[in-house]
């Protein structure tokens, strides 16, 4: 990963209020977290590792009841030995709904439990939604109609495209620019056909987007 490429991913790009509607979250929820100390955020604003932390955060509290006390002691825990200001995105780290586990080779460690070895379940719904690229950049793809593993992968953020705003997938085409064109009465169907995507993508943009324009 080069430099200013590490630069882009911790760049103070989103605010409370655009991490709560791209990540389906309640903008309290998110000053919560960051005030409890959980995620690292910069006061100018929130980054894009930030971005991803709150996503996986979610999966920990939405979907698996993981108590905030636990995951803030299994992260204490975790920088005893660990030293990263990110340490929600290990891709070692995982759960079993009960604990935070450190996995290492064939080794489960846990991290709610002092010492004990035990195998946990994959968060794989939040976690398939982060691409890691072979030349280390990053793709999350964030839900937008449901939270579960057959959820469309229509809409992409990475930092490297369009400031780390939400596009196309596969197009680099501004979700922004698709809802201004939606917004002029301009079709589902003809801005498919325009930019060779299913409707469903367009549909996506749409979805993901109109919540914060009407917000802003």
């Known amino acids: 990963m080069t430099n200013s490429y590490a630069t882009l991913l911790e ?73 990263t200001a990110h340490p929600l995105l290990d891709r070692r780290l995982e759960t079993d709904g009960a604990s935070l586990f450190l996995h290492d080779g064939n080794d489960y460690w846990n991290l709610n439990r002092s010492g004990q070895m035990d195998f946990p379940q994959i968060l794989a719904a939040y976690l398939q939604r982060i691409h890691r690229l072979d030349d280390g950049q990053i793709v999350y793809f964030p839900f937008i109609a449901s939270e579960d593993a057959n959820e469309p992968k229509s809409i992409q953020m990475t930092p490297a495209v369009a400031f780390g ?17 939606f917004r002029a009465r301009e079709t589902i169907t003809d801005l498919a056909e325009e930019y060779g995507v299913p409707p469903a993508m367009i549909e996506d943009c749409v979805r993901l987007e109109l919540p914060q324009k009407h917000a802003a």
């Open 165 to 181: 705003r939400p596009v196309l997938a596969r197009t680099g085409v501004s979700a922004d620019v698709i809802v201004g064109r």
């Open 11 to 83: 760049a103070p790009n989103y605010s409370v209020v655009e991490a709560a509607v791209y990540l389906h979250l309640k903008p309290e929820e998110i000053r919560r977290w960051i005030h409890g100390e959980v995620i690292q955020a910069s006061p100018q604003g929130l980054s894009f590792q930030n971005i991803l932390e709150l996503h996986i955060l979610k999966g920990l509290r939405k979907q698996t009841r993981l108590p905030m006390q636990r995951i803030r002691r299994a992260l204490q825990v975790y920088g005893e030995t660990e030293k």
